[in-house]
């Protein structure tokens, strides 16, 4: 992540801390409003040669009923030339915002879905390490052949056969 990722959202969280803006609604907006940037818009807004307002007239039109501070942050970043960040800033927001509420999104990878039991065993030996609330995200993959990963913050706990077999076939080769 990049400094100007953190730093926009930031400002963005202080400003709606400071408009009392309500945080669900606020995610939903901006996470509403980068689904909507598809491959083509993405090549409009890149595009050196297209105005600035021109790019702007896209989100107001198509975005007109979305609070102005929300649209207030697209119009920056794109006066500034940094659009292209919007994805990563609407990330480092929510995780900002997780933190400041002491809460931990956690990945959880796996072969399969995970019964309710074992979720609430992760969830509660994580809660228990970790002294805050976690919410798991759940990933099925079938290329881990069996087992589990989990990844929380920058720390991977890798229970995965594949892992396993991995770190048995850089032993034998020593």
């Not at 994805?87 to 480092?92: A, G």
């Not at 039991?117 to 030996?125: A, D, P």
């Amino acid at each position: 992540m990049s400094s100007n990722v953190r730093a926009y959202a930031e400002v963005l969280m202080d400003f709606l801390h400071e408009k009392s803006f309500d945080y669900q609604n606020s995610i939903k907006q901006l996470k509403t409003i980068n689904s909507y940037i598809d491959e083509e818009l993405w090549k409009v807004l890149k595009h050196p040669h297209i105005d600035k307002n021109a790019k702007k007239e896209i989100f107001k039109t198509a975005f007109i009923s979305y609070d102005i501070n929300i649209l207030g942050l697209i119009y920056v970043l794109i006066d500034n030339g940094v659009i292209m960040l919007f994805p990563e800033i609407i990330k480092e927001y929510e995780n900002m915002y997780n933190q400041e509420i002491g809460l931990i999104i956690v990945d959880v990878i796996s072969t399969q879905k995970l019964k309710s039991n074992e979720q609430q065993k992760i969830r509660q030996f994580l809660e228990k390490k970790l002294n805050c609330q976690v919410e798991l995200k759940e990933t099925i993959d079938s290329s881990l052949i069996n087992g589990i990963i989990i990844k929380y913050q920058n720390n991977i706990i890798d229970a995965s056969l594949l892992h396993k077999q991995d770190d048995l076939k850089s032993y034998l080769e020593k």
